[in-house]
DNA sequence: GCCGTTTTCGGCCCGACTGTTTTCAGTCG
């Protein structure tokens, strides 16, 4: 994956880019895993409904931020079942895991059928039947063997046909290469080029991202597109010509899913502008968030599809979302939040909050120069600012325990305070605030003193060694610092690279009690790689009322623009502009501070 | 196996596309 994400990188200003799947909540993936695998398992046995269990549970604890087994032991068997999907019987099998380190009923279902589940399903068009026959017919329990049996054209004794055989060969070369998840902020731009591709075509009458990259997740696995044309044949043929295209999986009249150059499928609908609500509703949320939609709709004896809510064969709504949702009894729910994680029981209320808006942010609070590691001066930073329209941005270079880039001393934190004043001259139309990114040393005191920092206009304050601490320890240690009166904001309050190094173990809870209690600021970094706070954290945040900022942490004044991440970022965990201390003007963000 | 404005039993989202068994099961999103 790493040739994929050179350019990236590049622009990142990253030296290290070996992009690797790191294994955050560690137990979480395991047992999700497991439960993912018992679908599956049940599922070749015909089992019915209970897969669907299983299928639900697994993807709830995989993106779960809290480790099951800490809600195990704070709060027992009693607490995991408070956990949605988790009865008791997979309460118990969660118990089960966490005591013993391995689940019976998982055991007993692999010794009848001892396949890798894993990585056979991971081959395109392979299910948990086709498994079951695989390994009946042939023998077959691996991908290898797959592979080879293919290779060797004995799939036919299986009642393959040879077209089977070629498609399973294509996609196990395709799980060769590496490949991924791509950040959301690295397949962006290429996904709005093909956004612009598909918009100019003289058939279509509008067109919108879909799944994972309309609700702005922080990485996206394909990218879905979709149409709104009365001529869906001839957009499909047009589009599969697209330049980006390496081949097709499938096309049909209404849909098609492509291969592209950057090792990556996308999927294009094409329907009737008439059901544009419908259709844009079913391709967007999440399978959960569909699925309620779907069964609320249900309850009231009606039926939601694709193109439309329908009362028997009358058509209720279809043409705008907003007209969907309200039919239903609920308010529109805004795409990053549609997740089945609470926004449908809300919409129904009346109760969504007002997220913030892509344009309500007034100011950049984490801005590294050339006085440090950035690549560009102050001057140039702020004029790229004020470009994009800020009206204010923090200057927050590193400072001197973070020699590496060689951050500041007192005294020459006190020279960039001069030259801020002098660079602010040149500028009416945006405040260059004073700041610094200050190192949290082990113990929890900072590298400069507190003379100097009360002199700053805003202190960031940040992890950026010794990361593997234990808890009890790191917390302590950021702890610390928020008790210090000078200390504004945490920055990437928890030190996680998305694919590349997890977080250092920290209690959330502990550090935002403090925050709340110490007026303390925490930090969206809007990096494509850190999106740190993650979503959950962000949620619990604004229910405590703990204030928040949304900073690029630009180190050039490309990354300026990486904005819109970290909205996209307090979007998904229900923040509002209330809860954003530069959503406001530079005087009030200031009264907001400790 | 889970869940509840049909609350402790009786339900469980919906449709497109593929390959083939040519009417439908399997897979996918």
Known sequence: MAHRNAQFCLELGQTDCVYKNKINNMINKEIAKILHEMAILLEMKEVSFKPRAYEKVASVIEALAEDVEEIYKHGGLKALEDIPGVGRSIGEKIEEYIKT???????????????????????????????????????????????????EGRLAKGGFSKKTEENILKSIGFLKKEH???????????????????????????????????????????????????????????FIKFPEIQDIHSKGEHKTLVRLNIDTDADLSVVSPESLGSALIAWTGD????????????????????????????????????????KLGMDWIPPEIRNNTGEIEAALE???????GYDEMKGDLQIQTNWTDGKNSIEEMAKAASELGHEYILITDHTKSLAMTGGSDEKRLVKQMDEIDKIQKKFSDIKILKGAEVNIMPDGTLDIDDETLAKLDVVGAAVHSRF????????????????????????????????????YKVDMDELLKTAKKTKTVMEIDAFPDRLDLKDEYIRKAVKLGVKLSIDTDAHSVAHLKFLRYGIAQARRGWAEKKDIINAHDWKTMLKMLK
Not at 191 to 217: K, N
């Open 180 to 238: 991924g998840r791509y950040l959301l902020g690295e397949i962006m731009p290429v996904a709005q080029i093909i956004l612009e591709r598909i918009r100019s075509l003289p058939e279509v009458r509008s067109v919108e991202f879909a799944g994972s990259l309309r609700r702005m997740q922080e990485t996206v696995g394909d990218l879905d597109f979709i149409a709104f044309s009365d001529k869906p044949a001839e957009v499909i043929e047009k």
């Open 350 to 356: 009346g109760k969504l909050p007002h997220l913030i």
């Open 287 to 326: 399978k959960q968030h569909n699925i309620t939609l779907r069964t609320l709709a249900e309850k009231k004896s009606w039926m939601l599809n694709d193109y439309g809510l329908w009362q028997g064969k009358t058509l209720l709504a279809s043409k705008t979302e907003e007209e969907v949702y309200k």
């Open 468 to 503: 593997n601490m234990s808890e009890k320890d790191m917390t302590a240690r950021i702890k610390r610092a928020m008790e210090n009166p000078n200390v504004d904001i945490i920055f990437h309050p928890t030190g996680r690279l998305i694919q590349k190094r997890e977080a």
């Open 101 to 151: 380190k391995h689940i019976k009923e998982y055991e007993n279902l692999k010794k009848e059928i001892p396949v890798d589940i894993e990585g056979l399903v991971a081959v395109e068009g392979i299910g948990p039947k086709t498994i079951l026959r695989l390994y009946k017919k042939l023998g077959i329990k691996t991908r290898n063997q797959l592979e080879e049996a293919a290779t």
